[in-house]
């Protein structure tokens, strides 16, 4: 049998598959992989249907539907004040992940280095190792904040490019204005690109507003900005997404997107520029995702685990270190298994697996689910103690 030299040994199946299967094995209530179990707008799926019956089946124009490209430029200034050339610099792609992966495959030559912030979200580092690049990673403080003079120490000559991600997965944790201007401040006068995962820009709490790289003209010039329909719209399984980057960086991402997907589906395209017009649509996000914190965070005061903040994304972080030795993996495996609610453990978001028996509860979901999946928590509380 033909067997290949893996060029990525380290990488086994993605956490969020593994827990998401076993979840669906042994009937846990979900709380795992990030996705919302409610429906989106039935208008956006109208839409869809529309355009397919209109005849939009064939590919899209390899940027982008020019109409999409235009509102999501006009979005960008209404939200950002930041004027982007719908044509030059936004670009229309599968998905956030497949942003990161056109960024990073025009960004990396071998054994150049790029800075992580750990914990990282699952894909950014598969991808660095995959183009040859030395992967940096640095961890966020016991808060997770961003420990300024241990990346300005890790930054020298090699490093290629750094990549942050605001509201925070796994943490729910946000970038404040001072941190992107102490960014802007370390990465002046270096020719460091920036990447900047900006997924969950409208899921953001307590009357506090998103720092989208966008509204940094500084840093603006080094970036590529990622953003998801994904996670606005609760429909991550369209894998629609954006990137806007200046001119130049925009053309070299092109340049693999061309030759990765080529152009994203077309029916989507058109039903979300027609779509993206209604603000109400993202403006409403931030109460509408508080209020399932605030009423999740509330049921899991019964429960004995620790609550961390959570200041945007639609992830719940709590520590059970006092509760167990177990590692977090062994533990979110059992409590799945034995208490029927299944979690992501978080060492899995650092390459050494370094574990603060922290777990990442997901509350995009119906009222409901949340009661059942802190019902079965309930009932099996011993279970969560030391085994
Ligand atoms: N970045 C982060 C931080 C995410 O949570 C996700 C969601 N899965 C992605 C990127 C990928 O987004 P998409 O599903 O649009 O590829
Ligand atoms: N981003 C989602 C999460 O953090 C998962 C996406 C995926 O399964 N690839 O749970």
Redesign the pocket.
């Given at each position: 049998m033909l067997s290949l030299k893996s060029k990525l040994p380290a990488v086994g199946t993605?956490i969020?598959?593994v827990m998401?299967a076993l979840a669906n094995e042994v009937g846990a209530v979900n709380l795992?992989?990030?996705?919302p179990d409610f429906e989106a707008n039935p208008k956006m799926i109208d839409l869809v249907n529309e355009s397919m019956k209109k005849g939009l089946n064939q590919y899209a124009p390899m940027i982008g539907v020019a109409t999409l490209r235009e509102t999501i430029a006009e979005k960008t200034r209404f939200l950002y004040g930041a004027s982007c050339d719908a044509d030059t610099e936004i670009t229309v792609v599968s998905g956030a992940?497949e942003a990161i992966f056109d960024a990073l495959a025009c960004i990396i030559s071998p054994n150049d280095e790029v800075i992580i912030l750990e914990p990282a979200?699952?894909?950014y580092l598969p991808i660095i190792t995959l183009f040859g690049g030395k992967v940096i990673p640095i961890s966020l403080d016991s808060n997770y904040q961003i420990p300024f003079e241990l990346l300005k120490n890790a930054i020298n000559p090699k490093t290629k490019a750094l990549l942050i991600n605001s509201p925070h997965?796994?943490t729910g944790a946000i970038l404040k204005k001072n941190d992107l201007e102490q960014l802007e401040k370390l990465l002046e006068n270096t020719d460091i690109v920036l990447i900047s995962d900006e997924?969950y820009e409208h899921i953001i709490f307590d009357g506090q507003s998103h720092e989208s790289v966008m509204k940094y003209p500084k840093l603006r010039e080094r970036s590529f900005v990622v953003s998801s329909f994904g996670k606005t719209y609760h429909t991550?399984g369209w894998k629609l997404g954006y990137c806007i980057a200046p001119p130049a960086l925009t053309k070299e991402l092109r340049k693999v997107h061309q030759f990765n997907t080529f152009s994203t589906n077309t029916p989507m395209q058109y039903a979300m520029a027609e779509f993206l017009k209604s603000k109400e649509e993202y403006l409403h996000l931030p109460d509408f995702y508080q209020e399932r914190r605030d009423k999740f965070k509330k049921m899991l005061e019964a429960t004995p685990f620790k609550i961390l903040p959570c200041e945007g994304t639609y992830?719940q972080l709590v520590s059970y270190a006092h509760l167990s030795d177990e590692k977090d993996t062994d533990y979110t495996v059992r409590l799945t298994k034995e208490a029927k609610v299944a979690t992501?453990p978080i060492s899995v978001f650092y390459r050494n697996q370094t574990d603060r028996k922290v777990i990442?509860f997901?509350f995009a979901k119906k009222y409901e689910t949340l009661e059942k999946g802190i019902e079965n928590l309930l009932k099996s509380k011993d279970k969560l103690y030391q085994k």
């Open positions: 993605t969020f598959s998401s795992s992989q990030g996705f992940s979200y699952d894909l997965n796994p997924v991550t992830f992501i990442r997901c």
